[in-house]
């Protein structure tokens, strides 16, 4: 159930609040042993295809891309990297999220990085009138219309999920 209480703003936050993109802010208790997109999408009772991960990814040349994905799928590599224009993709070493993003595995936020990437979301955010993001922190999600984050983020509407056997 989300928490109602003062909330520390994160980079996220205040690069939205900047960009004057509405959003809600929502808070849920974090569970070091599940970080996962679903277990925070039951904590909050919403939709997980509403709730949006953020996976960092490198091409060989060393550039990054940013892929926004519903919490219950799994990123197509092939189709991620075609959609940013790459020979190919590979996810970024959890290691190397901190220093290159500014954010923890489990808190990354398509928002507010240390410097801006190129960003592909996934199509099945147009489903709906809000989804939810990461709001830079754990134990923090962000609602927000996805037609606000794409136009915020610069981003590519693409077909990058998994096809399920």
């Given at each position: 159930?989300?928490?109602?209480?003062?909330?520390?703003?994160?980079?996220?936050?205040?690069?939205?609040?900047?960009?004057?993109?509405?959003?809600?802010?929502?808070?849920?208790?974090?569970?070091?042993?599940?970080?996962?997109?679903?277990?925070?999408?039951?904590?909050?009772?919403?939709?997980?295809?509403?709730?949006?991960k953020t996976l960092v990814t490198q091409a060989p040349d060393g550039s990054h891309v940013v892929c926004c994905i519903p919490v219950a799928e799994e990123l197509?590599?092939?189709?991620?990297?075609?959609?940013?224009?790459?020979?190919?993709?590979?996810?970024?070493?959890?290691?190397?999220?901190?220093?290159?993003?500014?954010?923890?595995?489990?808190?990354?936020?398509?928002?507010?990085?240390?410097?801006?990437?190129?960003t592909l979301i996934d199509g099945r955010c147009m489903r709906y009138e809000q989804i939810f993001i990461s709001g830079g922190k754990r134990g923090i999600q962000?609602?927000?219309?996805?037609?606000?984050?794409?136009?915020?983020?610069?981003?590519?509407?693409?077909?990058?999920?998994?096809?399920?056997?």
């Open positions: 159930m989300a928490r109602k209480e003062k909330v520390q703003k994160t980079n996220a936050m205040r690069e939205l609040e900047r960009a004057g993109v509405s959003f809600e802010v929502l808070t849920y208790e974090v569970d070091e042993s599940d970080l996962s997109g679903i277990h925070v999408s039951e904590q909050l009772g919403e939709d997980p295809g509403q709730g949006f197509d590599l092939k189709a991620a990297a075609r959609a940013a224009g790459c020979k190919s993709l590979a996810m970024m070493h959890v290691r190397d999220l901190l220093p290159t993003t500014g954010y923890v595995r489990g808190g990354c936020s398509p928002v507010g990085m240390k410097k801006r990437f190129p962000l609602k927000l219309a996805p037609d606000d984050l794409i136009a915020h983020t610069g981003a590519t509407v693409a077909s990058i999920c998994a096809e399920r056997a």
